[in-house]
């Protein structure tokens, strides 16, 4: 008998099966794939939803799905480590450390695989913490639109408060590349420059001053 995580394991199918740990979409699905002896997953399996079209591929530990891909078409798609939350309710798999998610909207663009924006790099809980996101407005990661890619260098350098908000929030370090061919670099909140940096115009000419919201800040 093999063995997976200091555990015995062996392949079965599964109807209707509910895990603690998954959400509720997932309730009474379907398994198939290696379990150990308690019967729960552990090791590689597939468990797909019986109400819609999403599945996740992967491995298991213990009846929780920690690593793999989770596929939602024709939207979306998840591949890396995953962390189940159960915050809201019905429950959701984040991505948590090392991942990427690839966006598609249309049926045709994920039947050919034609990935229309992603974000990926290091998450925690769901949140992109470094890396990239491409075309953030059309994946809906922005209301911004005219953004080509953000990138997050560092996370959470500094907390500020801000008064049209009523409220701190958090500042990282990042590029943000826009369509027209502008640059910029330095302090920002999500997609907006907020804090010191330096936009770089298409035709090159450079303006470093303190941002909020977007725009220069007035002494």
């Not at 015995?8 to 998954?22: A, F, G, H, P, V």
């Not at 915050?87 to 034609?114: A, C, F, M, P, Q």
Request: proline share 3%; hydrophobic share 30%; with cysteine.
């Amino acid at each position: 008998m093999k063995e997976y995580k200091g555990k015995k394991i062996e392949t079965r199918e599964i109807e209707n099966i509910t895990l603690d740990n998954s959400p509720n979409i997932f309730h009474d699905g379907k398994y198939i794939g290696f379990c150990n002896l308690d019967g729960l997953p552990h090791g590689l399996g597939e468990l797909t939803s019986k109400v819609s079209k999403e599945k996740c591929n992967g491995e298991w530990e213990n009846g929780v799905f920690v690593r793999g891909t989770y596929s939602n078409p024709p939207y979306c798609r998840y591949e890396g480590s995953f962390k189940f939350d159960d915050v809201i309710g019905s429950g959701d798999w984040e991505l948590h450390g090392k991942g990427i998610e690839l966006h598609y909207r249309t049926d045709e663009n994920y039947k050919n695989n034609n990935v229309i924006g992603h974000v990926k790099g290091i998450f925690e809980g769901g949140n992109l913490l470094e890396g990239e996101i491409l075309n953030p407005s059309l994946i809906e990661y922005s209301q911004h639109k005219g953004i080509k890619k953000i990138i997050y260098q560092k996370a959470n350098i500094n907390r500020v408060f801000d008064k049209d908000f009523g409220a701190e929030i958090n500042i990282c370090f990042g590029e943000i590349f826009y369509e027209d061919g502008a640059h910029y670099k330095g302090e920002l909140e999500f997609d907006l420059p907020y804090g010191i940096g330096t936009m770089t115009l298409a035709d090159g000419n450079k303006k470093t001053c303190h941002w909020v919201h977007g725009n220069i800040q007035e002494k």
